[in-house]
Structure formats: structure tokens, C-alpha cells
């Protein structure tokens, strides 16, 4: 999944990963009594609606410790913003390896989740912050739905 970040109240500038800033955090650390919570409230910023309901039905049962290896996402094609700039659409081409902790003898834990180079399509609402200066807001793109 990825952030776009609109600098200005018109102008879509700059993608930056939000994967790596919300649900990579939730995945490695979604259960832990400490650092789950403000995992949560991460994700919850970053992804409403069935994205962050799909994030988080996929991680229950989830043990506690995982091994993780960082996934690969790139773009692919075009992306469409809406006229309003209310909404844009992309795509992605996604790897994920997601497994329960190693066990004795360093033996891999049991699969959690894989994806191969699965070709995902990425729908982003734009939502604004409290952050603006001289009439200039930062708006924040928000991840609703992955399919």
C-alpha cells in the first residue's frame, strides 16, 4: 500500500510508502502487549474501512513472535487521481512472506502469509490533517480498499 501526500491543497506531489510507515509495524508487532497498541493506532491512520478490516481479520490467530522478511512493492502503470482529487487508484505488484518465529534448530515457523508477485489494485481516499501554513493544507492519502 502507499501514501500519496498532496503538498498544498491541489497538487499530488510525491508516493511514499505507506506499507512500511502502518501495516509492516502491525504485522511484526500487532500482538505484543507494549508495542501492539500504538501499532494499532498506526494502522488506523494509515488504512479505513475494509482495508484496515481486511489487515486485521488476516493477522488474528497470528502468534504472538514473527519472522518477517521486508516486502517488495512497486507501482505499476498509471495512476488515476479523480478529478476532485478526492480518490486515486493504482496498482501494485506485491511480495510477502510472513512466518510463526523460527523454532528449535532454527527450523522455519509455520506460514503465515505469502504473496508472490501479486498484482494488487490499491484505492486511496484523501483525507485532510490539522498541518497547514499560509493557506497551504497537507492532505493525507488513506488506504480503503486492496483487491
Request: aromatic content about 8%; proline content about 7%; hydrophobic content about 40%.
Amino acid at each position: 500500500m502507499l501514501l500519496l501526500r498532496a503538498y498544498g491543497c491541489r497538487h499530488a506531489r510525491a508516493w511514499e510508502p505507506d506499507t512500511y510507515l502502518a501495516r509492516v509495524p502491525y504485522y511484526e508487532l500487532g500482538r505484543d502487549a507494549t508495542l501492539g497498541p500504538p501499532a494499532l493506532t498506526r494502522l488506523k491512520s494509515r488504512f479505513y474501512g475494509p482495508a484496515r478490516r481486511s489487515v486485521i481479520r488476516q493477522t488474528r490467530g497470528w502468534p504472538r513472535h514473527v519472522d518477517f522478511s521486508a516486502p517488495q512493492i512497486r507501482i505499476v502503470g498509471r495512476v488515476a487521481v479523480s478529478a476532485n482529487l478526492a480518490t486515486a487508484t493504482l496498482h501494485t505488484v506485491e511480495t510477502w512472506l510472513v512466518r510463526a518465529e523460527s523454532g528449535p534448530g532454527g527450523k522455519p515457523g509455520r506460514l503465515l502469509f505469502a504473496e508472490k508477485d501479486a498484482h494488487l489494485t490499491i484505492t486511496l481516499h484523501r483525507t485532510p490533517t490539522v498541518l497547514c501554513l499560509a493557506g497551504h493544507c497537507l492532505h493525507k492519502w488513506v488506504v480503503v480498499r486492496i483487491r
